[in-house]
């Protein structure tokens, strides 16, 4: 935590390193502003502090820039804070910031969605997963921010930490997997078990299909509900890592906590862009390209409005 003091000589804080970082950005304060750490008592020019040391390189550009976020200040931050989830209000004013911003924002979704979809039959094509999801957050978000984004910012991963977006992809890709087998399995054991043993027996496995179809239908159901609250409670962690620079199990374990204070809110947002996506879905199937842009944007701005707001 921080210090600052103003140019009325007054003091103010304390606050977070991301809080300062907006100030910064916002040309609140600039390199010449005095700083105390807390806990300190000596003040330092803000251009002194080796954490800082990034907001002072002209030649790195902004999607370069990697800030500097302790997990333990943002995380007190934000769970103090009771926020109100807004699930419609986030899609009316995605499809608002849609509106007036068509072209750049659906060219910059379609490029994402093509290349995962193409990276699908690409030998570990899989590990993009995480980068070009990341890559469409930042790029809503600095639309959301008042800063007009080039195409080129979907793939702003590839330089802001994409070893850690890989490796949530790979979590989050592979968790629920495991959890709808692990879950279903009692109820596809005796499912299977049947087959096999009339199968054995010469017998018509017809009946028995029918009769124990329901348990393989009730395990996967089990299991996809569980990993769909997965999903749901680990929905901000890619905009965590390429926003606020943090590692993925501290970015996941962040948006955990955070959407589990409100989870049927959160739960009730991703239904809605499902309900959005299936509008989309029977506008002859292409239409869900055309409405991929709102729901990426609703979930942009609910990361905004809980995360990104000093």
Known sequence: MYYILGSDQKEYGP????VLRNWYQEHRIDSKTMVRREGESDWKLLSSLPEFSYLFQPTSKPSEIIPVVDAGEL?????????????????RRSYELYKANFGPLFIATLVVVAIIAASGSIPGGFLLTGIMHAGLYWFF???????????????AG?????????LAGLVMGLVPLIIIFVVGLPFWIPFFAGIIGSASTGKDPGNLLASLGWLGCLGFGIGFLVAMCLYVMWMFAYPLIIDKGLKFWPAMELSRKVVMKQFFGYLWL?????????????????????????????????????????
């Not at 600095?142 to 080129?152: D, N, P, Q, V």
Request: aromatic share 10%; glycine share 12%; proline share 2%.
């Open 15 to 18: 606050i977070g390193s991301d």
């Open 75 to 91: 995380e007190a931050r934000v769970l103090s804070t009771d926020n109100v989830v807004d699930a419609i209000g986030y899609i």
């Open 141 to 155: 978000l600095k639309w959301i921010r008042g800063s007009k984004a080039e195409l080129g910012d979907v793939f």
């Open 158 to 166: 590839f330089q802001r930490q994409p070893g850690q977006l890989i």
């Open 270 to 310: 991703n239904i809605l862009c499902g309900l959005v996506a299936m509008v989309g879905l029977l506008a002859c199937i292409v239409g869900v390209i055309f409405v991929a842009p709102i729901c990426a944007g609703a979930i942009a701005y609910a990361y905004e409005d809980t995360f990104g707001r000093s």
